[in-house]
T-cell receptor, first 114, second 114 residues
Framework: AQSVTQLGSHVSVSEGALVLLRCNYS??????LFWYVQYPNQGLQLLLK??????LVKGINGFEAEFKKSETSFHLTKPSAHMSDAAEYFC????????????FGTGTQLKVEL | EAQVTQNPRYLITVTGKKLTVTCSQN?????MSWYRQDPGLGLRQIYY???????DKGDVPEGYKVSRKEKRNFPLILESPSPNQTSLYFC?????????????FGPGTRLTVL
């Protein structure tokens, strides 16, 4: 079975500081990995996805993530946090043969402080 | 504007009173899916549909029904709601069931069952 684990349900950073949100996956087959963001009272929006092309994936709003097979990780980073980045972030996995079902992590709430 | 819409956005009901949450997409997507979001559990798939008249269970289908009579609509039916179905519900759609296709999410329906 495929799963993702997000370490840290709450992360707090200062404005301008590095953002690092952790995601580790477990999969018996090659995974496809996604990061979604959820702003208050809104649906989920795709930030970026890994589809086995490049291991370093760049997304919207200055976010990027690197697929590391040896570490089974897909951590999300942004060099400089902005107040508007405050939201909940979800890592998710899918795989060939699983349709387009996404298996989500439990989410990380990002707080950005002045 | 390409979008997934859900109605209602908020609903308070009582145990046993049948209800339907509608979902509609205007992107001609084949794949549609329902998820529920609960604190500390992330999002879990309830049902999905690969095309018109093709539906199947996700991870947590108990107590729910769906139908897909038209490509654009995918209603979620709770025939006898119970308090444990109090949750935030999201409809999503993607071009196909290929696992790398981006899923687009609706704004969510917050359901409270008393």
């Amino acid at each position: 079975a495929q799963s993702v684990t997000q370490l840290g349900s709450h992360v707090s950073v200062s404005e301008g500081a590095l953002v690092l949100l952790r995601c580790n996956y477990s999969s018996s087959v090659p995974p496809y990995l996604f990061w979604y963001v959820q702003y208050p009272n809104q649906g989920l929006q795709l930030l970026l996805k890994y589809t086995s092309a490049a291991t370093l994936v760049k997304g919207i709003n200055g976010f990027e993530a690197e697929f590391k097979k040896s570490e089974t990780s897909f951590h999300l980073t942004k060099p400089s946090a902005h107040m508007s980045d405050a939201a909940e972030y979800f890592c998710a996995v899918s795989f060939t043969g699983g349709g387009n079902k996404l298996t989500f992590g439990t989410g990380t709430q990002l707080k950005v402080e002045l | 504007e390409a979008q997934v819409t859900q109605n209602p956005r908020y609903l308070i009901t009582v145990t046993g009173k049948k209800l339907t949450v509608t979902c509609s997409q205007n992107m001609n997507h084949e794949y549609m899916s329902w998820y529920r979001q609960d604190p500390g559990l992330g999002l879990r798939q309830i049902y999905y549909s690969m095309n018109v008249e093709v539906t199947d269970k996700g991870d947590v289908p108990e107590g729910y029904k769906v139908s897909r009579k038209e490509k654009r609509n995918f209603p979620l039916i709770l025939e006898s709601p119970s308090p444990n179905q109090t949750s935030l519900y999201f409809c999503a759609s993607s071009l196909s069931s290929w696992p790398t296709d981006t899923q687009y999410f609706g704004p969510g329906t917050r359901l409270t069952v008393l």
